[in-house]
C-alpha cells in the first residue's frame, strides 16, 4: 500500500505515473510559488552555505548576516574597549534582557512589559511552572502532554514532586474534557504550541480558554511555534508561556530563552529563583529578597550577553516582516513539501505524519520510514539537511523567512533518488 496516497491533486497522479520528467511541474510550481512569495527577499538576510538544502531550523537556525558584525562590535568595542562601562549607557547590557525580551514579545503578540530573556528553556520552564503552580494553591492537579518534549516532561515531574503535585497526562486534543470533568483541581495547564515530534499546531486559543473556565493557569512551551507563525499570547489571555531563541528565531546555538508572564499577575507571582538581578533595587545589596516590579521579577542572575547581543541582531532578520506574511509563506512552503511527498515517494513506505490541513500544522513535516536514521544521513551527505526522531521520524523544519519551494522539492527528490536509486 502507498502510504503517502493520499494527496488527491491530479496534478500528483500524472508525476507518478511519469518518469525521467517526472518532477518537471513540481519544479515549474516551485519557481511560481517562489517568484510570488512576499518574504523572497528575507533569504539574503542569512548565511547559508551556497548549494545547501538548510531544512534543520526547527532545530538550530541558519546564520543570520547581522551577527558576525553584531558580535564582533559586542567583543572588541563593547567588552574590549569600554569594558565594564557597557553594562549601563550606551552599551544598555543591563537592560537586554528586557529589551530584547519586548522585540520577542512583538512575535508573540505580547504588548511591551511581559518578556524578558535570558538562561536556558529548560531554567525557564522550572522557574515558570513553579510559580504557576504557586499561583494556584489548593490545587492538586497539573494538566500537560503525554508526549511533551522531555525536558519539560522531567521538569513538570520534579516541580510536581516538590510542591506535592499529581501530575496528569492527557493528550491536548482530549485536555477540554478532562477539564470539563475535573478541572476545579487542575491549578496548571501545560502544553507545547506544536508536538516536536509531528509538527501537530495544537489550539492554543480554546485550551487557553478551557483551562480558564476551569479557574486553571495555562503555561504554554512555544519553542515550535515562536517566529514561524502569530500566536496572539495577549488575544488569547495566555498567562505564562517559555520558548527557546535557537530554532525558528535563529538566536544560535544555546541562545537564551524567554518567559512571558500575563501583565495581570505580575504582582501576585512568585518565582522560586529569586536572584539578584530579579531584585527591587538589586545594587542595594540588601539582605532579602524583594521582587522587582513588572517582569523584571522574572530575571534570575547574570544574562549571558554575548549571547543576548548575537540573539539581538538575529532577530532583526524578522523587520518589516509581517506574521500574517509569515504564516502563509510557512504554510505553503510545508505544504508544497506534503504534495512533493505525495508525489515522488508513493510506493517507497514513506507515511506524512503531520497534518494536511493547513490550520493543524506547524512548520515541520515529519514523515515517517522505517530506515529513517540512516536516510537522514545519507541525505546530509548530499547537503539536504534535516534531521530524525527515533526510530523513524525524518523531520523537515521549514523557516519561511530563508527557505523555498525549491528547497522542498530538492528534498522530496533527494529522498527519492536514495530510495529508488
Ligand atoms: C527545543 C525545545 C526545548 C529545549 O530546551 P533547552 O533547555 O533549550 O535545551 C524544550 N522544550 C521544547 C518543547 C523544545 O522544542
Known amino acids: 500500500m502507498d502510504a503517502v496516497s493520499t494527496g488527491t491533486a491530479s496534478a500528483s497522479v500524472a508525476d507518478t505515473s511519469a518518469t525521467a520528467t517526472d518532477a518537471m511541474p513540481l519544479a515549474q510550481r516551485a519557481a511560481q510559488l517562489d517568484r510570488a512569495n512576499p518574504l523572497a527577499h528575507t533569504r539574503d538576510r542569512f548565511l547559508i552555505p551556497e548549494g545547501t538544502v538548510y ?126 470533568e475535573y478541572g476545579d483541581q487542575v491549578g496548571v495547564v501545560s502544553y507545547p504550541i506544536v508536538d516536536y515530534r509531528t509538527g501537530e499546531l495544537w489550539d492554543l486559543p480554546g485550551l487557553t480558554r478551557a483551562a480558564h473556565a476551569a479557574g486553571a493557569v495555562t503555561l504554554w512551551d512555544l519553542c515550535h511555534g515562536a517566529g514561524a507563525m502569530p500566536i496572539g499570547l495577549d488575544a488569547s489571555e495566555v498567562d505564562f508561556a517559555v520558548g527557546c531563541t535557537y530554532k525558528y528565531l535563529s538566536g544560535g546555538p544555546g541562545s537564551p530563552a524567554y518567559t512571558y508572564v500575563a501583565a495581570r499577575h505580575h504582582g501576585a507571582v512568585r518565582h522560586p529563583m529569586t536572584g539578584w538581578h530579579g531584585h527591587a533595587d538589586p545594587f542595594a545589596m540588601q539582605d532579602s529578597y524583594t521582587p522587582a516590579e513588572g517582569i523584571a521579577r522574572a530575571r534570575i542572575g547574570c544574562p549571558p550577553v554575548l549571547s543576548l547581543l548575537a540573539l539581538e541582531a538575529a532577530l532583526t532578520a524578522f523587520d518589516g516582516v509581517g506574521l500574517a506574511d509569515l504564516r502563509a509563506a510557512s504554510l505553503s512552503l510545508t505544504g508544497f513539501f506534503i504534495e512533493c511527498c505525495d508525489a515522488l515517494l508513493a510506493g517507497h513506505g514513506f507515511e506524512v505524519d503531520t497534518p494536511r490541513e493547513p490550520a493543524r500544522r506547524g512548520s515541520q513535516v515529519a514523515v515517517h520510514h522505517p530506515e529513517a536514521p540512516a536516510l537522514t544521513a545519507r541525505l546530509a551527505e548530499r547537503a539536504v539537511v534535516c534531521d530524525k526522531r527515533e526510530p523513524d521520524i525524518l523531520r523537515f523544519g521549514f523557516n519561511a523567512l530563508y527557505n523555498t519551494h525549491a528547497d522542498a522539492l530538492a528534498a522530496a527528490r533527494t529522498l527519492r533518488d536514495l530510495v529508488a536509486g
Open 55 to 180: 531544512l534543520d531550523g526547527n532545530s538550530l537556525g541558519a546564520l543570520p548576516a547581522a551577527v558576525p558584525r553584531a558580535l564582533d562590535d559586542a567583543v572588541r568595542r563593547q567588552w574590549g574597549t569600554n569594558l565594564i562601562s557597557s553594562w549601563f549607557g550606551e552599551g544598555g547590557w543591563w537592560e537586554a534582557p528586557l529589551r530584547i525580551g519586548d522585540r520577542i514579545g512583538a512575535l508573540l503578540g505580547a504588548a511591551p512589559g511581559q518578556v524578558v530573556a535570558g538562561d536556558s528553556t529548560s531554567v525557564q520552564l522550572f522557574n515558570t511552572v513553579m510559580a504557576a503552580a504557586r499561583l494556584r494553591p489548593g490545587r492538586r492537579v497539573l494538566l500537560t502532554d503525554p508526549g511533551h518534549f522531555p525536558t519539560d516532561a522531567y521538569l513538570t515531574d520534579s516541580a510536581a514532586g516538590l510542591l506535592g503535585l499529581d501530575v496528569r497526562k492527557v493528550p491536548a486534543p482530549q485536555a477540554p474534557a478532562a477539564l470539563a
